[in-house]
């Protein structure tokens, strides 16, 4: 992946990305939603002519990059920890780890395009 100017690329072809968040909750499990919710998810997105996704604020299930894999939608992987407004630097060691597992474990699915620390601040 790499920006030229004004064009997002991979693999050195320009791609545009048209995607929606993605929030991995049920109504009923919350978080703890299964390997089967993540597929009917991921397609119904995928039937609307989407390829690409934003897991909103905290990383997804851990099926999701797997499947988008195999469906072919890329992911912007959003980091599992929101900031305040604060300039208090005695966390970052507690970011860093946490981000660094989260990094760790999605870096090998191709679907996973970029990460991004959040959006709160």
Request: charged content about 25%; some cysteine; hydrophobic content about 35%.
């Amino acid at each position: 992946m790499e920006v030229h100017g004004q064009s997002f690329t991979i693999n050195g072809k320009a791609v545009k990305l048209f995607g929606a968040c993605l929030h991995n909750a049920d109504p009923v499990v919350g978080r703890a939603i299964s390997a089967l919710l993540v597929e009917k998810d991921l397609d119904l997105m995928k039937g609307c002519n989407l390829n690409a996704i934003r897991t909103s604020h905290y990383p997804p299930n851990a099926h999701t990059p797997e499947y988008a894999d195999r469906v072919g939608l890329y992911i912007e992987d959003e980091g599992p920890a929101c900031w305040s407004e604060t300039d208090d630097l005695r966390d970052v060691p507690l970011y860093m780890e946490i981000y660094s597992a989260f990094v760790e474990r999605d870096r090998n699915h191709p679907s996973v395009v970029y990460w991004s620390m959040c959006n709160e601040r």
